[in-house]
């Protein structure tokens, strides 16, 4: 008799270091566009985290070389999971300031208008005392069965923001940032990719 566990429903999340040099210049436009526009950066959800979500900065030239850095790890994301790349495009992309105490409540990213199949985040500004992103199991109400430390108990992952890293994960995914502790903004970018 041989026995074996399968996992079935794994969740795939991709991370990427950005190369210093080029995070170094993505830093920069970044900043620059914040600098030169922050009467678009408005508290657009529930909770006190600053974006320009509904600015179209993805229209905007300085987010040229972010838009084709996001498209190659799109298609990274999907070659490693083994799916078709052929025709993705980023549907929305913006730019999230978090000041001391900002936190971002638990949400998902789906649309089921725009059709997004994942999303990501890079982060552009931040520290270890600026609260870390958490996804949340999607299968809580089995999580009590399997006790710890069985990887399958896990009720949450949290992942500290670090300057330069590129997290890309399933739009469906519950996910919350916890409340900035420090005096330094979390700056990062976030965006919505769908398959056409």
Not at 105 to 127: A, R
Request: hydrophobic share 35%; proline share 6%.
């Amino acid at each position: 008799m041989t026995h074996q566990i399968i996992d079935i429903f794994p969740v795939p999340l991709y991370y990427e270091q950005i190369d210093k040099d080029l995070f170094l210049n993505l830093k920069q436009k970044v900043l620059n566009f914040i600098k030169n526009n922050q009467d678009k950066f408005k508290n657009d959800w529930d909770c006190d985290t600053k974006s320009n979500i509904k600015t179209n900065f993805l229209q905007n030239p300085e987010s040229k070389d972010l838009r084709d850095l996001i498209i190659l790890s799109a298609k990274n994301y999907l070659k490693l999971t083994k799916s078709q790349d052929e025709n993705i495009v980023i549907d929305d992309l913006w730019n999230n300031i978090a000041s001391y105490g900002a936190h971002q409540e638990s949400h998902t990213h789906i649309d089921h208008k725009l059709n997004n199949i994942f999303s990501g985040v890079l982060y552009i500004s931040s520290n270890v005392n600026n609260g870390n992103l958490v996804f949340h199991a999607p299968n809580k109400p089995v999580v009590s069965l399997f006790p710890p430390p069985s990887s399958y108990s896990l009720s949450n992952v949290k992942i500290e923001p670090k300057e330069g890293t590129l997290l890309s994960f399933p739009s469906w995914l519950v996910h919350e940032v916890y409340p900035n502790k420090s005096n330094q903004d979390r700056i990062s970018v976030s965006w919505n990719i769908k398959i056409i």
